[in-house]
């Protein structure tokens, strides 16, 4: 069974740091692309950051470009996000989500709450 | 990017069809074959219900079904049942592994 497990989220001061994991099981990591998905609290999805299956190509969405750093570990089974210079409005629930041959999101972790205030 | 938009909610009664509309541009929308559907009930993550604008993952009943004309998608669910109560997001890829969602549109099963 295909399973995304994320954590690490929180609460964190503006100007914070934080960062979240997310442990795949089910499947050969290593073959597959993975995106992070957020969702502020009442609102609806939005992308956030792609890394390909080696790491050798990674994105940003221009909200956190700059901010955010996506990586992963594939001896480990394991997607990393390090956030910094945390505002209010990044404020959402975190999900890590596989990317599938057609560039959808097939499965997805259960997300991880980061909560930024003060 | 902008994100797509979808009416914010819409409405049917068991046994009814209804139409999500999720209105793009010619970079995500109009200029690719990678638009997919999300089903979301309170509380759980996103499901995926459609991929490649009107292909079904496995184990998606085909009462849900995709279609594109320009920018615009659209998400029909026929035979609209209780548990299909949820709130549905459209995404497009957009280019250079990037994508965009649409706002989300919550459906009312009466």
């Known amino acids: 069974e295909v399973q995304l497990v994320e954590s690490g989220g929180g609460l964190v001061q503006p100007g914070g740091s934080l960062r979240l994991s997310c442990a795949a099981s089910g499947f050969t990591f290593r073959n597959y692309d993975i995106n992070w998905v957020r969702q502020a609290p009442g609102k609806g999805l939005e992308w956030v950051s792609y890394i390909s299956s080696s790491s050798n190509t990674i994105y940003y969405a221009a909200s956190v470009k700059g901010r955010i750093t996506i990586s992963r570990d594939n001896a480990k089974n394991s997607l990393y996000l390090q956030m910094h210079s945390l505002r209010a409005e990044d404020t959402a629930i975190y999900y890590c989500?596989?990317?599938?041959?057609?560039?959808?999101?097939?499965?997805w972790g259960q997300g991880t709450l980061v909560t930024v205030s003060s | 990017q902008s994100a797509l938009t979808q009416p914010r909610s819409v409405s049917g009664s068991p046994g009814q069809s209804v139409t999500i509309s999720c209105t793009g541009s010619?970079?995500?929308?109009?200029?690719?074959?990678?638009v997919s559907w999300y089903q979301q009930h309170p509380g759980k993550a996103p499901k995926l219900m459609i991929y490649d604008v009107s292909k079904w993952p496995s184990g998606v009943p085909d009462r849900f079904s995709g279609s594109k004309s320009g920018n615009t998608a659209s998400l029909t669910i026929s035979g609209l049942q209780a548990e299909d109560e949820a709130d549905y997001y459209c995404c497009s890829y957009a280019g250079t592994y990037t994508w965009v969602f649409g706002g989300g549109t919550k459906l009312t099963v009466l």
């Open positions: 010619s970079s995500d929308v109009g200029g690719y074959n990678y």
């Open positions: 989500a596989r990317v599938r041959a057609a560039y959808s999101f097939d499965y």
